[in-house]
């Protein structure tokens, strides 16, 4: 199985590098894919650059971690960073 085009066990909505999308923020209209490169490991949702990154918690000023299968350091949307 390859991450240009599929769809998850359950699910309906195909994801993947090849697929189109628009940023899932709030009034932005960026273009974008539903590759492993836009994904918030978070909420799920798909983001651009500008809204998508590591997360620092600010008590610990380390990382935030969020499980994903190709380990912990994962990016996050905005709002799961804050």
């Not at 209209?29 to 998508?52: A, Q, R, T, V």
Request: charged residues 20%; contains cysteine; proline residues 5%.
């Amino acid at each position: 199985m390859g991450y240009g085009h599929y769809v998850l066990p359950g699910e309906t909505e195909p994801r993947g590098y090849e697929v189109e999308a628009t940023c899932q923020h709030p009034g932005c209209e960026e273009k974008i894919d539903k590759g492993l490169g836009c994904l918030c490991y978070g909420c799920g949702g798909y983001f651009c650059d500008s809204h998508l990154g590591f997360s620092v918690d600010p008590l610990t000023d380390k990382l935030k971690e969020f499980t994903c299968f190709a380990g912990t350091r994962a990016t996050c949307c905005d709002s799961c960073g804050q």
